[in-house]
């Protein structure tokens, strides 16, 4: 039998000793390119990598075939799918993804999203209607909605000129950043609360657009009883246009989820689920910037702006600014 | 080609697009808890450290009448607190490793199960559920600390119901957790395996003088054969004395036996027998015929 077996033998090594430097390269130069940026590579590098990758993969196809050496073949395979997940994972640059994000992701997402953000208006619009309702006929309500620490003295017991205090409160400009990002950090934390309970089949999300749509009716309510409807509404919708809107998009968001759980139609259960998690993810990236805007609004337009025709204003503005980059007919 | 090979329970197929199967390993239950409670620590300590420098910066900025500079400190901590804990995982996820320094770590990277780039709104769908997987049984399990009794059950219930997410994991095959079903990923080991000295380099057959008949090289397989490979890689060459329970010596009296073969150092004649064993096995490759394992007719 030795007679045939030295030649083969010899054959696989020759075979491993020709293309050993080769993988080697590929191996630096996925070391580099991980290590730094792209920018660390020079341009002759970045033409051979796939050369490379694509020679490291033919060897481990005709290893496989023809050789039983275990270690080389872990060796190569570990290689070519370090190395593929390098070709085939860079793409793009951050400007490049950033303007694509703008230009068409995130409004393609949000009108994806139209059912369930209708649905998430009609929960909050329903929980409005039952907190403002309750409140108005006993005023007892009030403390079942809203929290002591956010009612901050504006309760049932207040007379209207504190209340009209709080609307129009003198500013001198102090404090507001501050107030400014605790608002975004909050909100945002309850947008994203939102989104991640839809998974819940919906139900959690649906509970909480009732409960902030009931908190929301509870103050109506509240100012409605003592004349103030209207300056109420300046002072909440200048930044609650973009911010309850940005609260609507999170909980449809939390609603596509749970959509997909409880109805993944013909797919199957994680296909659907895994279908409707980018454009809600999506979703969620636009809603935190639509919250840090209505923080800005909220800590400083809100407080220096005080007259009613001028929050209004801005208010209209902004709402119909978001409902036109969303929703406008676009090319294409 | 994958008809031929023995896969773990762990490794899942990917079809390159140039059209060779790629095998992956799935990480371990222990290596992400491991990685997350790495990555956790890491998040509490840098909490800590800006909690203390904004109030040693925001304080001293007080006392010197600046309340400007108070307040710009104090927005930082908040903002800066938010990003910690819901950015630290997105942005390292998002990034060329798409791995947080504890998946680094423990050595396992995010991956798109469909083989296809990781996207920002897959990173993003996986990570803002943590709030449903981790956050939500936590606030059960707090808020059941400061309250009375009925309250006390109603917070086991939520607890139980919210643990059945974070537990999600352990009960399906590819080891998703809610973040991972949702964002199409999985986690992957991303092992870099040293390429190991070639085996045949080692000893000439010639030089050692043993000669197998093709009846004692027909005893065993492939899988054997990779055994022996451990065997010997892990193995040192050049061993004045073996102890009796030593992989090369227990090996070698097994195939010696099964063979009928007597004679030589045990390390020399596992040696030639893996170059003679190989060579026969991989003539049968290229003729077209596998033998897995010894069993294999």
């Given at each position: 039998m030795s007679g045939a077996a030295p030649d083969s033998l010899a054959a696989m090594r020759r075979f491993r000793a020709e293309r050993e430097a080769d993988w080697a390269a590929l191996e630096r130069l996925l070391d580099a390119a991980e290590k730094g940026s792209l920018k660390a590579l020079s341009d002759a590098d970045l033409v051979a990598l796939p050369v490379l990758y694509r020679a490291t993969l033919s060897a481990l196809s005709v290893a496989r075939a023809t050789s039983l050496d275990a270690d080389l073949i872990a060796y190569l395979e570990s290689l070519s799918a370090r190395a593929y997940f390098f070709v085939y994972g860079v793409k793009d640059t951050v400007g490049q993804r950033l303007r694509r994000f703008f230009a068409a992701d995130w409004p393609a997402a949000v009108r994806r999203l139209l059912p369930e953000t209708l649905a998430a208006l009609a929960l909050m619009l329903a929980g409005t209607l039952i907190g403002f309702v309750l409140v108005a006929r006993d005023p007892a309500w009030f403390d079942a909605f809203v929290p002591a620490d956010l009612a901050n003295g504006r309760n049932p017991e207040a007379s209207a000129a504190a209340l009209k205090a709080t609307l129009y409160g003198e500013s001198n400009g102090r404090g507001l950043t501050v107030l400014a990002g605790f608002l975004f950090t909050n909100n945002a934390q309850v947008a994203i609360v939102a989104f991640a309970l839809g998974f819940a089949a919906g139900l959690p999300t649906a509970v909480l657009m009732i409960s902030t749509g009931a908190m929301l009716g509870a103050f109506v309510a509240l100012f409605h009883a003592q004349g103030l409807t209207a300056g109420l509404l300046g002072w909440l919708m200048i930044h609650g246009g973009t911010e309850l809107f940005a609260v609507v998009l999170a909980g449809a968001a939390g609603l596509h989820l749970g959509r997909a759980v409880l109805f993944p139609g013909r797919q199957a259960r994680s296909a659907a689920l895994q279908a409707a998690g980018q454009p809600a993810a999506a979703v969620m990236i636009g809603v935190a910037l639509m919250l840090l805007v209505a923080a800005l609004l909220e800590g400083y337009a809100r407080q220096l702006i005080v007259a009613d025709a001028a929050r209004y204003g801005v208010a209209a503005a902004m709402l119909l600014g978001w409902l036109a980059y969303f929703y406008r007919r676009r090319d294409g | 080609?994958?008809?031929?090979?023995?896969?773990?329970?762990?490794?899942?197929?990917?079809?390159?697009?140039?059209?060779?199967?790629?095998?992956?390993?799935?990480?371990?239950?222990?290596?992400?808890?491991?990685?997350?409670?790495?990555?956790?620590?890491?998040?509490?300590?840098?909490?800590?450290?800006?909690?203390?420098?904004?109030?040693?910066?925001?304080?001293?900025?007080?006392?010197?009448?600046?309340?400007?500079?108070?307040?710009?400190?104090?927005?930082?901590?908040?903002?800066?607190?938010?990003?910690?804990?819901?950015?630290?995982?997105?942005?390292?996820?998002?990034?060329?490793?798409?791995?947080?320094?504890?998946?680094?770590?423990?050595?396992?990277?995010?991956?798109?199960?469909?083989?296809?780039?990781?996207?920002?709104?897959?990173?993003?769908?996986?990570?803002?559920?943590?709030?449903?997987?981790?956050?939500?049984?936590?606030?059960?399990?707090?808020?059941?600390?400061?309250?009375?009794?009925?309250?006390?059950?109603?917070?086991?219930?939520?607890?139980?119901?919210?643990?059945?997410?974070?537990?999600?994991?352990?009960?399906?095959?590819?080891?998703?957790?809610?973040?991972?079903?949702?964002?199409?990923?999985?986690?992957l080991r991303s092992p870099r395996p040293q390429l190991g000295a070639d085996m045949l380099a080692r000893p000439a057959m010639a030089e050692t003088g043993f000669r197998f008949t093709p009846a004692q090289l027909d005893a065993y397989g492939e899988y054997e054969l990779q055994t022996l490979e451990r065997v010997l890689r892990a193995a040192i060459p050049d061993a004045m004395r073996r102890p009796a329970d030593d992989p090369v010596v227990v090996v070698a009296a097994a195939i010696r036996a099964r063979i009928g073969h007597q004679g030589g150092d045990d390390y020399q004649f596992l040696s030639a027998y893996y170059a003679a064993l190989r060579a026969r096995l991989e003539r049968g490759l290229l003729m077209g015929r596998r033998r897995l394992d010894k069993d294999d007719a």
């Open positions: - | 080609m994958a008809e031929g090979r023995r896969l773990s329970a762990a490794v899942r197929l990917l079809q390159t697009p140039e059209g060779v199967e790629l095998g992956l390993t799935l990480a371990d239950t222990g290596q992400r808890l491991w990685a997350f409670l790495i990555d956790q620590l890491i998040i509490i300590a840098a909490l800590a450290l800006l909690t203390v420098a904004a109030l040693l910066l925001g304080l001293g900025a007080l006392v010197g009448g600046s309340g400007a500079v108070a307040e710009v400190v104090a927005v930082l901590w908040l903002v800066g607190g938010f990003v910690l804990r819901n950015g630290w995982f997105i942005l390292w996820e998002a990034g060329r490793h798409t791995a947080t320094p504890g998946k680094r770590l423990m050595k396992i990277r995010v991956a798109a199960r469909d083989g296809s780039r990781l996207s920002l709104d897959a990173v993003v769908a996986r990570n803002l559920l943590r709030e449903l997987e981790f956050f939500l049984p936590l606030s059960f399990l707090f808020h059941e600390a400061g309250t009375g009794q009925a309250s006390a059950w109603a917070a086991l219930a939520g607890l139980l119901w919210s643990l059945s997410f974070a537990l999600l994991p352990l009960f399906n095959r590819d080891r998703l957790r809610v973040g991972d079903l949702v964002a199409g990923t999985w986690v």
